[in-house]
């Protein structure tokens, strides 16, 4: 099982930029699909971009345009870059990662964003 730590979080103000960092372990992170998902509050987890093994990128509709995800697999790193953020991008931003062939998923404990003047 992979094992996941985010770093990167903070307060910034709107129009800023955060670059969130997902350092990976305990396995061969090449087979695994990694994400970012975030959680403001009374709000339900929802997806932000992923990655796949092969590097294919997909974002959800609010970020297009402002977020890049990326992946440094001899580093066993994923990346969240933010730019343009709004105050609606507040919440806690977790890093996921799941395997391309068996049924394992992991999550990381989550770093906190907040976007405000």
């Known amino acids: 099982q992979v094992q996941l730590v985010e770093s990167g979080g903070g307060l910034v103000q709107p129009g800023g930029s955060l670059r969130l960092s997902c350092a990976a372990s305990g396995t061969v992170f090449n087979y695994y699909h990694m994400r970012w998902y975030r959680q403001a509050p009374g709000k339900q987890r929802e997806l932000v971009a992923g990655?796949?093994?092969?590097?294919?990128?997909n974002y959800a509709d609010p970020v297009k345009g402002r977020f890049t995800i990326s992946r440094d697999n001899a580093n066993k790193m994923v990346y969240l870059q933010m730019d343009s953020l709004k105050p609606e991008d507040t919440a806690v931003y977790y890093c996921?990662?799941?395997?391309?062939?068996?049924?394992?998923?992991?999550w990381g404990q989550g770093t906190q964003v907040t976007v405000s003047s």
């Open positions: 996921n990662a799941e395997h391309s062939i068996f049924d394992r998923t992991s």
């Open positions: 990655i796949t093994n092969g590097g294919r990128t």
